[in-house]
């Protein structure tokens, strides 16, 4: 599995029945859930727990596509192109906007 659908298509393969059974709500919840672990991951800067966490917000967003009928692989390249959608240079080169006061 060495593209975004292929991998989609391997989480299809070993999770599809289950994720269909808990439907999308229950699986937009576990991927919230998993975002949540992320956070703190990246918070304690736990290199395991990072790559740990990442694969596992990963496999559930393509669980939600695939329980959504979203090719993940089609909405990446439509979204984004070899080049900034609004400066059209690789890398971008548009500006960082201003912070926002707090």
Known sequence: MTSVAGFQRHVADLYLAKDRRRGTTGTMLWMVEEVGELAEAVRRGERAGLEEEMADVLAWLASLANLLDV???KAIAAKYP?????????PCACPEPAAEPL
């Open 71 to 73: 090719d993940l692989e």
């Open 82 to 90: 070899a080049q900034c959608r609004r400066c059209g240079k690789k």
